[in-house]
């Protein structure tokens, strides 16, 4: 099994910064993708950025330019920098993370329990 646990979230003022961060643990061999979906109040999940195993990064187009995605594999790890916050950018934010295992033959994905982000005007 994979555990996977987010931290950083919290209440900021629009125009400022605040660290997600998300890490996996358990029976992994390897981590593919990593990245981070969020759901606002009556909004369905949508993908606000995603690391793959080799680097590359995919943003949604509402936080380009403001947001960075990064991974650690050493720590199977990944990170996101938001910057520039906005009201709108208010959501539970929830890390998932596609692994291979040692216990059975995958890959598969597995999510975090979410953590609150909060930006006031």
């Known amino acids: 099994q994979v555990q996977v646990v987010e931290s950083g979230g919290g209440l900021v003022q629009a125009g400022g910064s605040l660290r997600l961060s998300c890490a996996a643990s358990?029976?992994?061999?390897?981590?593919?993708?990593m990245g981070w979906y969020r759901q606002a109040p009556g909004k369905q999940r949508e993908s606000v950025a995603v690391i793959t195993g080799g680097g590359m990064t995919n943003y949604a187009d509402s936080v380009k330019g403001r947001f960075t995605i990064s991974r650690d594999n050493a720590k199977n790890t990944v990170y996101l920098q938001m910057n520039s916050l906005k009201p709108e950018d208010t959501a539970v934010y929830y890390c998932?993370?596609?692994?291979?295992?040692?216990?059975?033959?995958?890959?598969?994905?597995?999510w975090g329990q979410g953590t609150q982000v909060t930006v006031s005007s």
């Open positions: 358990g029976s992994i061999i390897s981590i593919n993708a």
């Open positions: 998932n993370v596609n692994v291979n295992e040692w216990s059975r033959y995958g890959p598969y994905d597995y």
